[in-house]
């Protein structure tokens, strides 16, 4: 069993930042690919973003592109998201998990832009 765990989550005016950050235990070490996605209300989950093991190699969904940044820690097995110029339509519960992603989700954070 993965137990990921979201953290960062806030209420953030339009145009702020906010980092989030995902610490996960019981991924095994084949595991090459770390996301975010988000959900937001009456919305289905949809991916964010997602980096490689090495961290070399990034995607972002269009939607985020350019204004978010994936990070990881293979040493303290984490993941971050850093969020800037947010936007109302970025509201949402942020979850992290692999991609693509395993049957296990943490509670995610909140993330909230107000308008």
């Known amino acids: 069993q993965v137990q990921l765990v979201e953290s960062g989550g806030g209420l953030v005016q339009t145009g702020g930042s906010l980092r989030l950050s995902c610490a996960a235990s019981?991924?095994?070490?084949?595991?090459?690919?770390l996301a975010w996605f988000r959900q937001a209300p009456g919305k289905e989950r949809e991916f964010v973003a997602h980096?490689?093991?090495?961290?070399?190699?990034?995607y972002y969904a269009d939607s985020v592109k350019g204004r978010f940044t994936i990070s990881r820690d293979n040493a303290k097995n984490t993941v971050s998201l850093q969020m800037n110029s947010l936007k109302p339509e970025d509201t949402a519960v942020y979850y992290c998990?692999?991609?693509?992603?395993?049957?296990?989700w943490g509670q995610g954070t909140q993330v909230t832009v107000s308008s």
């Open positions: 998990n692999t991609n693509p992603p395993r049957p296990n």
């Open positions: 019981g991924l095994p070490f084949s595991t090459s690919v």
């Open positions: 980096i490689t093991w090495g961290g070399s190699v990034t």
